[in-house]
Every structure is written in C-alpha cells, then in structure tokens.
C-alpha cells in the first residue's frame, strides 16, 4: 500500500466552510463562470486516457489534486499501486450530522479507436454534445462532484456536515485498487451518512424529459457455473448419458424457469410512480404488477419480459446463461461440459438458497451446480426513500427537470454496494440522457458515448444543489 500526498494543504476553520453560526442563505454561485470552468475541467479529464484495463488513473488523479490544492482544499492520495491512486478531499463542517461523501470513479472502458467517429480521448464538442470515452461514465459525476466542492468553498457556505470528494479508481476493471482499498484501509477518510454517485439518470425522449431515476438499491452479481458429468467415448457410438446432452436439458431448465416476481419499497414506488406518467397499454401493465391477482402478476411479467426486459429482470433475482463450453474434437464424446450463468440477485434474497433451488430446477446429478467467483461486490440493502436524502434529491429534480422522480432497483453493479454494505445511504444520480441514444450507439459503454453539453451544465447545478441543501448549516 502506497499514501500519497498525505493532507497536502493547510486552510483555516473558517476557510473550510464550518463559518460562524448563520441562518442566512448562501449567496448562488456564478454559473456563468461556473459552467465553462465545469468544461474546462471535463474536457481535460476525458482526454486523459483512464482506460481499464490496464488502468492508470494517475493523470486524473495528479490533475484533480492539482485543482483543489489550489483552492486551499485539503487533498489526501491513497494508492495500492502508484499509478492508480484514490483522491479524497473534505471541507469540515460543524458536527451536527455525519458527513455526505460526494463521488466519481475516473478510470474508463476500453476503447477501439478505429470504431469512433470522433476520438475516444478528444472531448471533441460537434451538434451541442460533447464525445468521448466517459462522458457519461462517469467523468460527468466526477466534474459535478469537483465543482459541488469547490463552489461550497468560494462561497464560504456554512456547513454542518463535513462534504467528503472521492476520486476512485478501478470501478470498471479492479475494485481492489478503489473502492474495496478505501473502504478495507481507509474508511474512516469516507465514512459518512449518505453517498451521492453514478447509475440514476433524467430520461429524455424526443427531446423532453419523461422522468428521473435515483438508484436505490442494486442487484448482486453472483457467477454459477453448471458443470456436466459423463463418460467419454468415441463419437461414432452416441451415449445417453453425454454431458453435453445434459447440460443442454439443464440450461432449458433454467431459462424455462423464472424466479418469482418480489417487490420491495424501491420497485414498488418506481411502477406505482411511472404508471402515473405512461401510456395506456404500458400503465395498465405496470399495475397489474402491483395487483394481489397472482394470475394478473403473471400475465403483466409475462409482458415486461417480452418488451421490456430490464424492467423484468429489477423485479427478480435473473439468471442469462452466456457461455457454454465442451468438446475438443468431433468425434471425442467430452466427458464434462460447462455452462456459465450470469445471476444478478435481489438484496434481499440469499445466494446459497438461491444455489439450491437451481439445482432443485435442474433436478440432475450428472450436473454440478457451483459459484465461479464473478462478481466480486458484497451483499448490500437498499437505501430508503423516506430519508432526508431522498427528500432532498427529488425536490433538486422538482426543481431543475420538473418531472417525476422514480427510485430505481438498479440491474448492474456499482461501487456503492461496498459502502451499503457499511450502512451508508448510497443514491445514484446522473444528467439526462435521450432513451434513443442507448439503441443507437451513444450511450455508456458504446463506440460514440456522448452528453449533451447543455445538460452537463444542468446536471453540475442540480448536483451542486443537492450537497448544499444537505450539507448546508441550517
């Protein structure tokens, strides 16, 4: 383990924002100024290339140390390699409520440079977007989370929690260099009541906002492999008993199977919530979740995973088996055969339960039915949606996109399971994003990922206006 730069400045009581006992309003910030220094700062940090793997956030790190260094802000480098190191940075408050830990990861996906039309690592602005690799994952929250601390320090806003800055690497590639480092070495540098980083997203269609999603809570990644016995032989002389065969009834098995529908407080507010806001067949479809028909339950998940899967799979631990393996030649029988089962599971439901009934499903001895170790983020629960936390983003929403917010089950992974782990309460939130952009190619992940310039701006005030309203001294 390697500390870098252990505090690197040295501001006054005041200078840190804990200020004299006000109840005056905090003047609002310049956003004239403030936006095309968010710019500035954005386009610098998705043209370092942050790639992982292989991972070197150092440039990013060097480069946002080097910005609040210059404010007087307090930076603390925390590294298990040098060229991957973690930046944390506080403004103290007054100790009247536990700190609100701010958060971005600034390693990226890999890139084929050959496949983009503007360069991954340009920031290139054409048609009011701005292109490249991190745009909206998740280069955008780390640019709203440096600007939320650096304006709550110029303006000298009265704090009564202390705002922490995180800077993380690994997300995309290894946790063990970011998150599982900091929370594993260096919690006390981040322990804090609630977190506010990536996943939630204001959506967009044909231009107008339809609603925005705070993430909540987050599925388990939990890889199983199902792992077929049978004796070899000579392919000429087909055998009942080929594992290739059985692993291609259990795979059947699985897939025909489907885990019961749960709903918890997360997802049964998000479709009571977007049924209010949709069209006719898609409402009428979403209550009929929330009915005690068990018949109409089936029916309307019955629908979901055939139009809209991700809405299926936030409502269910899913199982997608994605790679089958056996044989080595034609005509050799294999005498094992190999199938790998992509399982998010519900924070609520129990992994080796969940095991066991795959194998009650399968109903098999020729197949073994084990963990494989994918998925490395632990257990987590879900964030409430009665916390001041809460309250608070969904009236910033109200306020800046008027539109209706929808706490979110998310189906992929992020590092804030490490933190609900530790009882943090963790909201994801991001800018608005077009729903048409995924399906051509632009969204998080793509070969042309892009933000619309105009809600990077948004999203940087609506960010800095959740960690003043929380954080501010009331």
């Not at 929330?290 to 899913?318: G, Q, Y």
Request: charged share 25%; glycine share 8%.
């Amino acid at each position: 383990m390697v500390v870098l730069g252990r505090v690197a400045a040295v501001v006054s009581f005041a200078l840190l924002g804990c200020g004299i006992a006000s109840a005056q309003r905090t003047k609002e910030p310049d956003w004239t100024a403030a936006e095309a220094e968010a710019l500035k700062h954005f386009q610098n940090l998705v043209r370092m290339d942050t790639s992982d793997p292989p991972g070197g956030e150092k440039p990013a790190a060097d480069y946002l140390q080097q910005v609040l260094l210059h404010e007087g802000i307090p930076v603390q480098m925390f590294a298990v390699e040098p060229n991957r190191p973690n930046v944390v940075a506080r403004l103290k408050g007054s100790g009247k409520k536990r700190p609100i830990l701010i958060m971005g990861h600034t390693d990226v996906v890999s890139v084929d440079a050959k496949k983009w039309v503007h360069p991954p690592f340009g920031a290139e602005r054409a048609d009011g977007y701005i292109y490249g690799r991190g745009t909206t994952d998740d280069k955008d929250n780390v640019t709203a989370a440096l600007m939320a601390i650096l304006l709550l320090k110029r303006n000298d806003v009265p704090l009564d929690r202390d705002v922490i800055f995180l800077a993380e690497a690994g997300e995309e590639g290894n946790t063990r260099f970011g998150i599982e480092h900091m929370v594993n070495e260096h919690y006390a540098a981040i322990d804090a009541e609630y977190c506010i980083a990536e996943v939630g997203n204001v959506v967009r269609a044909n231009g107008a906002v339809r609603y925005a999603t705070v993430a909540t809570g987050e599925k388990l990644s939990k890889g199983v492999d199902l792992i077929a016995h049978g004796p070899s032989g000579h392919g000429s002389i087909p055998l009942e008993n080929n594992a290739v065969t059985h692993l291609a009834r259990a795979i059947a098995a699985v897939t025909q199977w489907q885990p019961p529908v749960v709903l918890n407080a997360t997802t049964r507010t998000y479709f009571e919530r977007l049924a209010a806001i949709s069209p006719a067949e898609q409402a009428q479809q979403y209550r009929a979740l929330l009915s005690s028909d068990p018949k109409a339950v089936e029916a309307a998940d019955a629908w979901l995973r055939a139009n809209e899967p991700r809405h299926a799979s936030m409502l269910r631990t899913s199982v997608s088996p994605n790679i089958v393996q056996g044989g080595y030649r034609n005509n050799i029988i294999p005498s094992e055969a190999r199938a790998t089962l992509d399982v998010r599971m519900r924070p609520e439901d129990d992994a080796e339960a969940f095991r066991a009934q795959l194998g009650r499903v399968i109903n098999d001895s020729a197949i073994d039915v084990v963990f494989n170790g994918f998925g490395g983020r632990p257990a987590s629960g879900v964030s409430p949606i009665d916390s001041e936390a809460f309250r608070v983003i969904e009236g910033s929403i109200t306020r800046h996109y008027k539109t209706t917010t929808l706490p979110m089950m998310s189906t992929g992974a992020t590092d804030m399971a490490f933190l609900r782990a530790r009882g943090v309460q963790c909201y994801g939130v991001g800018p608005a994003i077009d729903e048409e952009d995924g399906p051509k190619g632009f969204g998080a992940h793509s070969d042309q990922e892009r933000i619309l310039e105009s809600e990077l701006y948004r999203f940087v005030r609506f960010h800095y206006d959740i960690v003043e309203q929380l954080a501010r001294k009331r």
